[in-house]
């Protein structure tokens, strides 16, 4: 287990090449668009290690100054084709494909999405992202929100590891709302596709206390390392869609 916290400078982020289990004619999931509603996520967002980045973008896509990126933990408890389902996963700001309201398009590093196989087949199938199947759940103790995710023992494949998120209330909840761009490389790797998310929901400020990631030795993200956590927050009650 590696540890970035305040206190504590260094974090792998061991997310991408996670072994895909096999899916069957009833694990398929209807195509898209989903819609996911009573949504809850941890999120903290970073700034990547230049070096730790080199070789794990595709062609095309590149960056944006400053290296900028986060983690998020969710839960989505109802909607339409997908839900309810869990997720865990980390990405990287990049150039080019910014929302209808300005945001940077985002590259998904790798994470999990399940526990039911058909999520991450879904996200693969249909928006080509590098993501296995795995869990997350979330919790408040002691004056934190905590939000863990990942593949472990009894979510259908071998102990691939975790992401876990800490982060502490740090001001009033307010009305948000938005939409956001994730770029993937399409079937065949060849070309890119995009995700839109349109959301809304309870924002709520955090300050960041800690990240913590395992995965398996030698995967593409053990070489993602955390430079800086910029901030933090939680989207509670939230309502987002997943278009082409």
Same mark, same amino acid.
């Given at each position: 287990?590696?540890?970035?916290?305040?206190?504590?400078?260094? &974090?792998?982020?061991?997310? #991408?090449?996670? #072994? @895909?289990?096999?899916?069957?004619a009833?694990?398929? @999931?209807?195509?898209?668009?989903?819609?996911?509603?009573?949504?809850?996520?941890?999120?903290? +967002?970073?700034?990547?290690?230049?070096?730790?980045?080199?070789?794990?973008?595709?062609?095309?896509v590149?960056?944006?100054?400053?290296?900028?990126?986060?983690?998020?933990?969710?839960?989505?408890?109802?909607?339409f084709g997908? #839900?309810?389902?869990?997720?865990?996963?980390a990405?990287?700001?990049?150039t080019?494909?910014d929302?209808?309201?300005g945001?940077?398009?985002?590259f998904?590093?790798?994470?999990?999405?399940?526990?039911d196989?058909?999520?991450?087949?879904?996200?693969?199938?249909?928006?080509?992202?590098?993501?296995?199947?795995?869990? @997350?759940?979330?919790s408040?103790?002691?004056?934190?929100?905590?939000?863990?995710?990942?593949?472990?023992?009894?979510?259908?494949?071998?102990?691939?590891?975790?992401?876990?998120?800490t982060?502490?209330?740090?001001?009033?909840?307010?009305?948000? &709302?938005?939409?956001?761009?994730?770029v993937?490389?399409?079937?065949?790797?060849?070309?890119?596709?995009?995700?839109?998310i349109?959301?809304?929901?309870d924002?709520?400020? &955090?300050?960041?206390?800690?990240?913590?990631?395992?995965?398996?030795?030698?995967?593409?993200l053990?070489?993602?390392?955390?430079?800086?956590?910029?901030?933090?927050?939680?989207?509670?009650?939230?309502?987002? +869609?997943?278009?082409?």
């Open positions: 287990m590696k540890r970035f916290s305040a206190k504590v400078a260094c &974090a792998a982020l061991v997310i #991408s090449g996670l #072994s @895909a289990p096999m899916v069957t009833d694990q398929v @999931a209807p195509p898209p668009p989903y819609l996911m509603t009573g949504a809850n996520t941890v999120t903290i +967002a970073v700034k990547w290690d230049a070096a730790s980045l080199d070789g794990l973008l595709p062609d095309g590149v960056a944006v100054d400053g290296l900028t990126g986060g983690l998020n933990v969710y839960t989505a408890d109802g909607g997908l #839900s309810p389902y869990s997720a865990a996963y990405y990287v700001d990049v080019g494909w929302s209808s309201v945001a940077s398009a985002r998904i590093l790798g994470g999990w999405y399940g526990p196989p058909k999520v991450a087949a879904a996200m693969r199938t249909h928006f080509f992202s590098d993501v296995g199947t795995g869990d @997350a759940s979330q408040e103790t002691g004056g934190t929100w905590t939000g863990t995710g990942g593949t472990w023992t009894g979510t259908g494949g071998d102990d691939q590891g975790t992401i876990t998120l982060v502490k209330p740090g001001g009033d909840c307010v009305t948000a &709302a938005g939409s956001l761009n994730y993937g490389v399409a079937g065949g790797g060849d070309g890119l596709d995009l995700l839109k349109p959301f809304v929901g924002f709520c400020p &955090a300050e960041p206390v800690a990240v913590e990631i395992s995965g398996p030795e030698g995967s593409a053990d070489r993602i390392e955390v430079a800086e956590m910029l901030g933090g927050g939680r989207l509670r009650g939230g309502a987002f +869609a997943f278009t082409k």
